[in-house]
């Protein structure tokens, strides 16, 4: 077997959402014998489990002498809601490895009215530490796009545009700042700009699925439904390994008149994707609207065995199984 993390059992298992996929990556983690780069690679991976598997477990190793995994837990706990971001990131402001601390300024931003009063100017430093690294031309344009998504979620959408430009300068072709800028300009009522932001994304790749699927929900904005549907098909059929895209294109063909069986797509994503939550949670809502309560409840037991013990899946299947 390859000493790759990402081929290990517990981290495919993660991917597809095997039965208990959670609790093998705690098993993972509790082992003595676990690399820091497969623990590095678990910590990632929880961040797709229900928040009750994290919190507890986070708190533990933030505390790890190897500054490699507090830095992947600070960077796990974005997923957290904010007061639960603040117990475990909270700490790392004052972490002795600068990289640490900078990941914990960033991780905290949106959560700072949690922090208590004597952290918040350790966070205020660490914060703009994180912006300045990412200034510095030789960053990269990496470094330019997490500036960018740092200065939209701070409601900066100047600095986000122009940074989201420093990137593209640096290298046209990346699918997923032409995406986000043009989401930008949606957001600020430019629907214009952000057509033309889509055009010129796909002028550099014309068979990108990110951008052929952003240019589905534009149209969608447009009142264009056929233009949409055929986008979202074309994206699904250009990236058949992305469950959120099939997720999409089933509730826009749900939503919209005129497209293949809502149903029928979404049992074929299914197929791709048996145990992909999103798509088995609405696999629940358009059965129990067919009145196909059965198929509903076989849905939603998915759901539970790949997550057992998440009181939200639990709930589901007690709630159709009555209703049955």
């Known amino acids: 077997m390859s000493s790759d993390p990402a081929y290990h059992p517990a981290l495919a298992a993660a991917r597809s959402h095997a039965p208990g996929w959670p609790q093998g990556l705690t098993a993972l983690l509790d082992r003595e014998d676990t690399s820091v780069e497969l623990r590095a690679a678990a910590i990632e991976a929880l961040t797709r489990a229900h928040p009750r598997h994290l919190l507890a477990r986070f708190m533990d190793l933030i505390q790890d002498p190897d500054p490699r995994v507090r830095l992947a837990t600070v960077r796990a706990a974005s997923i957290l809601v904010p007061e639960d971001r603040v117990k475990v990131a909270g700490p790392a402001l004052t972490d002795p490895e600068e990289e640490v601390r900078l990941a914990a300024g960033r991780v905290l931003v949106g959560a700072e009215e949690e922090l208590p009063g004597e952290r918040a100017p350790h966070f205020v430093t660490a914060r703009d530490e994180w912006i300045e690294s990412r200034r510095a031309d030789s960053g990269g344009p990496d470094a330019w796009s997490e500036l960018a998504t740092l200065y939209a979620q701070l409601g900066r959408g100047d600095d986000a545009e122009r940074s989201l430009r420093r990137a593209l300068e640096l290298d ?62 074309r994206a699904v059929e250009l990236a058949p390994e992305s469950p959120r895209f099939a997720y999409v294109h089933v509730v826009a063909l749900a939503d919209l008149e005129g497209g293949a069986d809502p149903l029928e797509t979404l049992e074929s994503a299914l197929a791709r994707h048996p145990r992909d939550p999103e798509l088995l949670s609405l696999a629940v809502s358009l059965y129990e609207g067919q009145g196909d309560r059965e198929s509903a409840l076989v849905a939603a037991r998915t759901l539970e065995e790949s997550d057992p013990g998440n009181p939200e899946y639990q709930a589901l299947v007690i709630q159709l199984s009555v209703g049955g």
Not at 178 to 183: E, G, K, P
Not at 186 to 200: D, H, N, P, Q, Y
Not at 223 to 232: N, Q, S
């Open 172 to 233: 046209q072709a990346r699918t997923g700042d032409w995406a986000n800028l043009a989401d930008l300009y949606e957001a600020t009522g430019r629907s214009g700009e952000a057509r033309e932001a889509l055009v010129t994304g796909l002028s550099h790749q014309p068979d990108s699925p990110a951008l052929i699927h952003s240019r589905g929900l534009a149209h969608i904005r447009a009142g264009e439904p056929a233009a949409a549907l055929a986008d979202l098909a």
